[in-house]
């Protein structure tokens, strides 16, 4: 399974613990990927048994998702990772790296789909020096280890302009060292931080970012340059 922020942070961001959706994201970006596998060796039997799991997996979550989706202030519709979350005070930003993670590492939805296109317009509502604020658990803050993630969504997404941005405001976000903490306040609301300093994981997504940037794969195909600004 792909590797995903600690629990601790996710149960610290969605202020303690509940029941929420980024296990069931890792169990379809894991068994998606379990499926492909077992196309590539041959082990044709395993791929539809896992396919018919996988397809009754996909469409109760959907129907969980149409339950709890809600809207933005500005009628972007998103899921909550919290399930059944009708609290008015929660930021429709928080914690949605295990969505953006969804689509940036499982690939589960077309890129046109509805439920990831207004997800992706919603998290660039209210951007504070270029990142989108309040996904962690420093309210106001941003978080530039979820940038990176959400950049290369940005880029599966075709995103390319959004995604250049975004890679250009991680960076200024980098200490002189070329490090990061892990959150932070930006300039006009204090000078708080938060989370582990240097954050290595938010070092390896940057360099990850930097490299589908430049060479990214999709499907059976190579995408060259396609996030460099011109």
């Known amino acids: 399974l792909p590797v995903l922020p600690e629990i601790n942070a996710l149960q610290s961001a969605m202020r303690g613990k509940t029941a929420e959706y980024s296990g069931v994201f890792t169990g379809l970006i894991g068994v998606k990927t379990a499926i492909k596998s077992a196309h590539w060796l041959g082990k044709e039997e395993d791929a539809r048994s896992w396919q018919k799991f996988y397809d009754d997996f996909l469409s ?3 129907r969980a ?6 809207k933005d202030a500005y009628g972007n519709w998103y899921l909550p990772l919290k399930m059944a979350d009708t609290s008015s005070s929660t930021p429709p930003h928080r914690a949605q790296w295990a969505f953006v993670q969804l689509q940036n590492q499982g690939h589960v939805f077309d890129i046109h789909d509805s439920l990831v296109v207004n997800a992706f317009r919603m998290l660039q509502m209210d951007e504070q020096e270029g990142l989108a604020p309040s996904v962690g658990w420093v309210q106001g803050g941003v978080w530039p280890f979820f940038s990176s993630i959400h950049g290369m969504g940005d880029l599966w997404q075709r ?10 405001a991680v960076s200024n976000h980098a ?4 490090t990061w903490v892990e959150e932070q306040q930006p300039r006009a609301v204090g000078t708080r931080t938060s989370g582990d300093a240097s954050n290595a994981t938010a070092s390896s997504l940057y360099i990850a970012f930097v490299r589908k940037s430049i060479a990214l794969e999709r499907d059976s195909t190579l995408e060259l340059l396609a996030g460099v600004p011109e």
């Open 60 to 62: 109760t979550f959907l």
């Open 65 to 70: 998702a149409k339950r709890d989706m809600r």
């Open 159 to 168: 995103n390319y302009t959004h995604a250049a941005n975004l890679l250009y």
């Open 175 to 178: 200490s002189t060292l070329g």
